[in-house]
T-cell receptor, first 113, second 113 residues
Framework: NAGVTQTPKFQVLKTGQSMTLQCAQD?????MSWYRQDPGMGLRLIHY???????DQGEVPNGYNVSRSTTEDFPLRLLSAAPSQTSVYFC????????????FGNGTRLTVT | AQKITQTQPGMFVQEKEAVTLDCTYD???????LFWYKQPSSGEMIFLIY??????QNATEGRYSLNFQKARKSANLVISASQLGDSAMYFC??????????FGSGTRLQVQP
């Protein structure tokens, strides 16, 4: 099984550009989330979804949009990239929001110049 | 609110010895889950072990065990018989109610031959 698939693996953007980070899972998980990881820090929650059509903000949502039109896909959109958004982005899914381990994608390394 | 504190930025351990990675948490919710993840230098996030707040016994998974002390709000990870492949970042995380997983800042473990 593929698990959680993130694309692209690497991306370089110029300030002000927009882009979408793709995330897909094939485990029929209801819960999906996006985290960012900055050097020397843990993961911070950006947005999450408890099912198709339902999304909510996490700890650091500003500058990002999400939607959940299907159970499988949970794309993250950067509206107008800023250097502060340079980070590694992880998508994760689980069958429950509590008590179930997250399955992570391999991450997207984003650089904004 | 929920919070995880990992006070050891870095730890060294000799191969074949045991090591304890500290984690304290803060939550007012009586029902919660505690997780440990490993992140090797390759960057992927690997689930190690889970402890529920109502679990009577400490969780164990192979060489990993979770020393859960509820009154002290601590959930330390114990790795027995360390191996060179255990060198990695280790993250403690908590989930409560319908809140998504909150991570600590991590501990970098280096296993020396």
């Amino acid at each position: 099984n593929a698990g959680v698939t993130q694309t692209p693996k690497f991306q370089v953007l110029k300030t002000g550009q927009s882009m979408t980070l793709q995330c897909a899972q094939d485990m029929n998980h209801e819960y999906m989330s996006w985290y960012r990881q900055d050097p020397g820090m843990g993961l911070r929650l950006i947005h999450y979804s408890v099912g198709a059509g339902i999304t909510d903000q996490g700890e650091v949502p500003n500058g990002y949009n999400v939607s959940r039109s299907t159970t499988e896909d949970f794309p993250l959109r950067l509206l107008s990239a800023a250097p502060s958004q340079t980070s590694v982005y992880f998508c994760a899914s689980s069958y429950s929001i509590q008590g179930a381990p997250l399955h992570f994608g391999n991450g997207t390394r984003l650089t904004v110049t | 609110a929920q919070k995880i504190t990992q006070t050891q930025p870095g730890m060294f351990v000799q191969e074949k010895e045991a090591v304890t990675l500290d984690c304290t948490y803060d939550t007012s919710d009586p029902s919660y889950g505690l997780f440990w993840y490993k992140q090797p230098s390759s960057g992927e996030m690997i689930f190690l072990i889970y402890q529920g707040s109502y679990d009577q016994q400490n969780a164990t998974e192979g060489r990993y065990s979770l020393n859960f002390q509820k009154a002290r709000k601590s959930a330390n990870l114990v790795i027995s018989a360390s191996q060179l492949g255990d060198s990695a970042m280790y993250f403690c995380a908590i989930s409560t109610g319908r809140r998504a997983l909150t991570f600590g800042s991590g501990t970098r473990l280096q296993v020396q031959p």
